[in-house]
């Protein structure tokens, strides 16, 4: 089959020049929501822990820890900055992976490029090369590797990190390969069960796969060899796609349409700091609250109506003083801040608006429900429907189909740019505009260094 040396092939010679221009700007616009959300994340207290905690067994270096103001070694550096690009739940999304590729690639590239110097082109071609080495093993066992347990961020996305390094650091076809051949054996398990369970470890599965997917290029460059059948396995059976999936992976999907269907095409962007499963009830919740003035005390239930998976993942209650994880996997917490607040962004999710006992009152009116026609709809359409049932007898409704962010219903580079300077806190907006050109005109950057100390 050699779907992995086809990949790691297509990977290598991937070159700017020849790459669409709807392709480029979309990597673009996948760089400046990394951005968003890394400065998003660092509103958390959790993710604070974890830098003040890094921050004291790493040493010092030349590697930016973005938004933090320090820098340290490439390996620490890779694992905040994937950290801080996963933990907000703001980040971009394969449609048909249930990945989220840019807390991993992203990272890598970014590191990798300060390591060599490298420019703007370079960082695009090496990001359009991580996310299919990232989106394509998740596509393939969508969504039986997250039935089986694993977290396709954590562990596809270190394949999409070691591509995006072996990129940057220049490594040849046959290292290229076995860079992907590496990540396969240092890939994180990536448990399902932590995310699942509110546990707030799930925020550093992105930094998690980033640091070991430079790793695995790293070592690449330097003679170490991984499996050149690493994805779709040998006759021994022990491929990385055939170990982690209770169904037989879709082989087809690890290398066909190579350079004919970018999957960067397929990511999703998302205006909301929760799950993508969310989404469709966030959206017709805010237009409902727009269109009528509801008050809490006027409300009697509220029924979210969706499909099957996204009752599974999403449809849980939440207690008071709940981890922000849970809450970002909680529809009916989602709902109840979007109906009180009017948004859904990284206020949402701090102590303090957990711990809100009106918020989790009227979250405890809202039950999630499977809807035959909408389970019909997914995955081409992640569609909820939202019936808020009042005192007064009245019930408004609202369906959304294709939430905001979807490809065909794209958030534009507006969009994404307002996301940052949103996401930015009391930063110096003149510098938030500054770096926000900067990722825009990325082909015009001879060297990221001059964008990654502004950040």
């Known amino acids: 089959m050699e779907h992995t040396r086809k990949l790691a092939k297509f990977c290598f010679n991937l070159d700017y020049d020849r790459l669409p221009a709807d392709v480029v700007q979309k990597a673009k616009l996948c760089v400046l929501d990394c951005i968003a959300n890394i400065y998003g994340s660092l509103e958390l207290k959790a993710v604070q822990h974890t830098i003040d905690y890094v921050r004291t067994i790493s040493p010092a270096g030349s590697s930016t820890v973005l938004g933090c103001g320090f820098s340290t070694?490439?390996?620490?550096?890779?694992?905040?900055?994937?950290?801080?690009?996963?933990?907000?739940?703001?980040?971009?999304?394969?449609?048909?992976?249930?990945?989220?590729?840019?807390?991993?690639?992203?990272?890598?590239?970014?590191?990798?490029?300060?390591?060599?110097?490298?420019?703007?082109?370079?960082?695009?071609?090496?990001?359009?090369?991580?996310?299919?080495?990232?989106?394509?093993?998740?596509?393939?066992?969508?969504?039986?590797?997250?039935?089986?347990?694993?977290?396709?961020?954590?562990?596809?996305?270190?394949?999409?990190?070691?591509?995006?390094?072996a990129k940057i650091f220049n490594h040849n076809e046959e290292k290229m390969l076995n860079a992907m051949g590496n990540a396969g054996f240092v890939a994180p398990i990536s448990m399902a069960e932590q995310?699942?369970?509110?546990?707030?470890?799930?925020?550093?599965?992105?930094?998690?796969?980033?640091?070991?997917?430079?790793?695995?290029?790293?070592?690449?460059?330097?003679?170490?060899?991984g499996c050149p059948q690493a994805l779709e396995g040998s006759a021994l059976k022990g491929g990385f796609t055939q170990i982690t999936t209770k169904v037989d992976p879709?082989?087809?999907?690890?290398?066909?349409?190579?350079?004919?269907?970018?999957?960067?095409?397929?990511?999703?962007?998302?205006?909301?700091?929760?799950?993508?499963?969310?989404?469709?009830?966030?959206?017709?919740?805010?237009?409902?609250?727009?269109e009528n003035r509801i008050s809490s005390e006027d409300i009697s239930e509220i029924k979210v109506f969706t499909y099957g998976i996204a009752v599974l993942a999403v449809g849980k209650q939440v207690r008071l003083d709940d981890s922000f994880v849970n809450a970002q996997f909680s529809i009916p917490y989602v709902v109840a801040a979007s109906l009180l607040d009017g948004q859904l962004g990284p206020r949402q999710l701090t102590g303090k608006r957990l711990a809100d006992p009106s918020l989790i009152e009227l979250a405890g009116k809202i039950a999630v429900l499977s809807d035959d026609l909408l389970n019909g709809m997914y995955p081409d359409k992640t569609a909820s429907r939202v019936e808020v049932n009042l005192k007064d007898g009245r019930t408004i409704v609202r369906q959304i189909d294709i939430p905001k962010g979807d490809p065909r219903d794209p958030m534009n580079e507006n969009d994404i740019a307002n996301k940052v300077k949103a996401y930015s806190g009391n930063r110096d907006q003149k510098k938030i505009s500054e770096v926000v050109s900067m990722i825009l005109h990325l082909d015009k950057l001879m060297d990221i260094r001059t964008l990654t100390k502004m950040i």
């Open 195 to 225: 995310l699942m369970g509110g546990h707030t470890i799930k925020i550093i599965q992105g930094g998690q796969a980033s640091a070991a997917g430079v790793m695995a290029a790293g070592l690449a460059g330097r003679g170490l060899t």
């Open 250 to 290: 879709k082989f087809d999907k690890l290398s066909d349409g190579l350079g004919e269907q970018y999957s960067i095409m397929d990511i999703y962007f998302k205006p909301y700091t929760a799950c993508r499963h969310t989404h469709g009830a966030i959206q017709a919740t805010l237009e409902l609250a727009q």
């Open 73 to 165: 070694d490439i390996h620490h550096a890779v694992f905040l900055n994937g950290t801080t690009a996963e933990a907000i739940e703001a980040q971009d999304g394969l449609r048909f992976g249930g990945n989220h590729p840019g807390t991993a690639v992203i990272p890598a590239a970014l590191a990798a490029a300060e390591k060599t110097g490298a420019g703007g082109k370079k960082i695009i071609e090496a990001v359009v090369a991580g996310y299919e080495a990232a989106n394509r093993p998740a596509a393939a066992m969508h969504p039986w590797h997250t039935l089986s347990g694993f977290l396709p961020t954590g562990t596809c996305g270190t394949f999409g990190a070691a591509a995006a390094a």
